[in-house]
Every structure is written in C-alpha cells, then in structure tokens.
C-alpha cells in the first residue's frame, strides 16, 4: 500500500524525499531499515506538516506491508513506469482508443 492511498490524500514525493533526505536518509536507496526508521519515528510528524494523519487501520496495514519492503523489487509505480519507458513513442497498449 503506498503512503497516499493509505491517507486518502495525495502526499508530495518531493517533500517526502526533502523529508527524508534532511534525516539523513538516501531516498534514492533507502533500505528496509531505513524505511521502517521513518514510518516508527518520523512519519506522524511529516504527515502533521503536510496536513494529513494516518488512522490506526491504515497504520497496520501499512506497516504490515512495509516490513516486506524489498527494496531490490520495483513497486507497482516503478513497474508501471519501466514499461512505459520502455514503449516506443507511438505505440499503443491493448487498452489504447484510438
């Protein structure tokens, strides 16, 4: 589950990277570890800055999937993304209208 869909709110990439970078973080390479660092000790804190909160449900669920971050495995987002790459300009996928 990705941090917006558990918020029901769209969270800013860039203020999330801002906000891990100034902890010291790589955004670019977090880890398993780095990433439950922010989610136990720093993320209430970034969502209040941003206006949103997490309700314990969605904590849960979140956290849950979060202790299965591989960070070597791409995420939806980045799957999706490769293959859009990877398409040559032009094309158009199954589901395309013309």
């Known amino acids: ?8 709110a769209l969270v800013p990439r860039y203020a999330l990277w801002l906000a891990l970078s100034d902890l010291g973080h790589d955004p670019e390479e977090l880890s398993r570890s780095a ?5 136990d000790e720093d993320l209430d804190s970034f969502l ?7 309700n314990e449900r969605a904590r849960r669920r979140l956290r849950r999937d979060l202790d ?9 987002h980045e799957f999706m993304e490769r293959i859009s790459l990877a398409r040559p ?3 158009r996928t199954p589901c395309s209208r013309p």
């Open 89 to 91: 300009a032009g094309t």
């Open 48 to 54: 209040a800055h941003e206006g949103h909160a997490l």
């Open 35 to 39: 990433v439950l660092a922010f989610f």
């Open 68 to 76: 299965r971050y591989d960070p070597a495995r791409p995420t939806p």
């Open 1 to 8: 589950m990705e941090l917006s869909v558990a918020i029901d």
